[in-house]
Nanobody
Framework: QVQLVESGGGLVQAGGSLRLSCAASGSSFSIVVMGWYRQAPGKQRELVAR???????NYADAVKGRFTISRDNAKNTVYLQMSSLKPEDTGVYYC?????????WGQGTQVTVSS
């Protein structure tokens, strides 16, 4: 089992910044991918960004150039630095980790961007 604890969500004005953190504990060895997804009201959950154990990253087109994902392997923690936030970035942000055989979700943290 892997436990995920997210932090850093909140309310911010458009153009502002937030930093999300997600710390993995428990049987967190052999985590291959750590990432962030988001879900806006009435919409499906979508990938925001993910980072592999070798440092490779993927970003959704909507956040490229504005969001940066990073990872501290020693702490089993993944970060999402969000800048130039837009109202359409509003949603619940979920941390996700994948191991070779399974995956886990965090409880979600609310991000609200006001116009």
């Amino acid at each position: 089992q892997v436990q995920l604890v997210e932090s850093g969500g909140g309310l911010v004005q458009a153009g502002g910044s937030l930093r999300l953190s997600c710390a993995a504990s428990g049987s967190s060895f052999s985590i291959v991918v750590m990432g962030w997804y988001r879900q806006a009201p009435g919409k499906q959950r979508e990938l925001v960004a993910r980072i592999y154990s070798d440092g490779n990253t993927n970003y959704a087109d909507a956040v490229k150039g504005r969001f940066t994902i990073s990872r501290d392997n020693a702490k089993n923690t993944v970060y999402l630095q969000m800048s130039s936030l837009k109202p359409e970035d509003t949603g619940v942000y979920y941390c996700n980790v994948l191991r070779a055989s399974d995956g886990y979700w965090g409880q979600g943290t609310q991000v609200t961007v006001s116009s």
